[in-house]
């Protein structure tokens, strides 16, 4: 202070002493209050008892101690202690142990966050640990240096995280949305975490590969509500400082619009899957923190003139039943290969007719049809996981595992400019997670996942599948 010379004499004697603010460093307290009465290099002064005082208005940390034993430093002071030792307090990130760095912890901010309008603009997005995790796995079993460059950076790219049963989706929760919280105090900004709510009873009706826990019952029904639904609320509502995208059960109403007659298991369905939809708009749909889009599949499955004209009664109806919840939009092409652009294709036999033969030219005339049919909403997340290339599939029904992958545009808000309704590019089935299984003798199996264009042998959907990942990142278009 006004004596630099004393200061350092001070400091230097005080250099053990643990910080909690920059003046406790130099063998000052800090004050209690925010009178400045001098400012120097070091910071803001006050007087409080007869002695100087300092006054911490930035979080200041000491130097990242952890690292002389080997460890690095968690990204915040806020971190979760796990284990503390003479040496400080120990915190767990990406899998292994940081020391929780000694100073001020930033302020938490106990703002409710409030969404408005596109829900991934300025914000970062929430880069999910489990993914990183299966993508080291891969580069384990990786020789080559190129490919390994390639991999490397798929981990700097955000994917939703599957909630996709019951007893996985409470870790899921806790974890990635206090992660994106903690993360959100020691960067300042604000962290989009994309959840997929996936658990409808008589999941994935038209197909078997994600059949899921619940069946079409009554019961099981009440459970969906009871332990998936309400616990997902449960957690919202606590971690409520940062935005969270949820996209709901993927193909679900999409089976409603086309298949109740040719499927059973669909018809059956049917009750389920409505009243799944109304009970968590309902519930969703109010937090101000949270968006919702509904699947609408993808071109090659509404993309016909009768099916868009019938998908726009089906989804106006149900979001009104989820009334006063509000959906922001509708997710497209989740976990599929149609490529974003396609001017090789235009309506003929060739398409069998299909006017949308692109997600591009579905979600222009889907705007207009969904408008039309007086959705208010609508807006799009396109999922451009698994569409960078354009794929040899024989049929573009073809939805396992497709040989030739190519990971496609890489997450971003308002990707293409004139189509203000398009929020997002998105990841939201993560590459190299399976499409479902190509074991005959699963009970899982999908005759689509034997087809010929479907990689072969696969795992369980879901499942990490080395061979998908290293086509999706060798094919990546744009490339990585
Ligand atoms: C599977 C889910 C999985 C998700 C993401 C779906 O096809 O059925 O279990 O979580 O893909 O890989």
Redesign the pocket.
């Known amino acids: 202070m006004k004596s630099t010379i004393a200061l350092t004499a001070v400091a230097a004697l005080a250099a053990k002493a643990s910080a909690s603010c920059f003046a406790e460093r130099m063998g000052y307290p800090c004050c209690s209050g925010n009178e400045v009465v001098y400012t120097d290099d070091d910071g803001k002064w006050g007087v409080e008892n007869g002695n100087w005082c300092g006054i911490a208005d930035e979080p200041v940390y000491e130097s990242c101690w952890s690292e002389s034993q080997g460890y690095p430093c968690c990204s915040s002071p806020n971190a979760e202690v796990w284990y503390t030792d003479e040496s400080g307090k120990w915190g767990v990130e990406n899998g292994d142990w940081c020391g929780i760095p000694k100073g001020t912890p930033t302020p938490i901010d106990d703002e409710p966050y409030e969404i408005s309008g596109n829900p991934f603009k300025g914000v970062e997005f929430y880069i999910n640990p489990y993914y990183v995790d299966e993508v080291d796995g891969a580069i384990a079993q990786m020789t080559d240096s190129s490919l390994i460059a390639k991999a490397e950076k798929m981990k700097t790219f955000s994917n939703a995280i599957?909630l996709?049963t019951i007893k996985n989706m409470q870790s899921w929760l806790e974890t990635n949305l206090q992660g994106a919280q903690s993360q959100h105090q020691s960067s300042g900004k604000d962290i989009l975490t994309v959840f997929?709510v996936?658990d409808l009873p008589g999941r994935?009706c038209h197909a078997l590969?994600?059949n899921?826990e619940l069946l079409a019952n009554d019961g099981d029904l009440a459970r969906y509500k009871s332990e998936y639904i309400d616990v997902i609320e449960g957690h919202l509502k606590k971690y409520n400082t940062q935005p969270v995208v949820l996209i709901v059960e993927p193909d679900s109403l999409a089976n409603l619009v086309t298949n109740l007659e040719s499927t059973p298991a669909c018809a059956d369905s049917e009750k389920y899957y409505l009243e799944g939809h109304a009970y968590l708009i309902k519930k969703f749909g109010v937090l101000p923190h949270v968006a919702m889009y509904l699947d609408i599949g993808h071109a090659f499955w509404l993309g016909w003139d009768d099916n868009r004209e019938k998908a726009g009664k089906v989804y106006a109806k149900v979001i009104s039943s989820g009334s006063p919840g509000k959906v922001r939009g509708f997710t497209d092409n989740v976990?599929n290969y149609t490529p974003w652009e396609d001017p090789t294709l235009s309506r003929g036999p060739e398409t069998e007719w299909n006017p949308c033969p692109d997600e591009k030219r579905y979600l222009e005339a889907m705007h207009k049809d969904f408008k039309a049919a007086g959705i208010q909403s609508v807006y799009f997340v396109c999922d451009t996981s698994r569409n960078g290339k354009k794929v040899d599939r024989k049929h573009p029904g073809e939805w396992c595992n497709q040989t030739g992958v190519g990971v496609g545009a890489r997450p971003k808000a308002s990707p293409v400019s004139g189509m203000d309704y398009l929020d997002a590019f998105y990841w939201i089935?993560?590459l190299g997670?399976?499409?479902?299984t190509s074991d005959e003798n699963a009970v899982r199996y999908d005759g689509y996942c034997g087809h010929e264009t479907a990689m072969k042998p696969a795992p369980e959907?879901?499942q990490w599948f080395q061979k998908h990942f290293e086509q999706g990142i060798k094919n990546a278009n744009p490339p990585l």
């Open positions: 599957w996709d997929v996936y994935d590969a994600s899921g976990s089935k993560p997670e399976s499409d479902g959907a879901g």
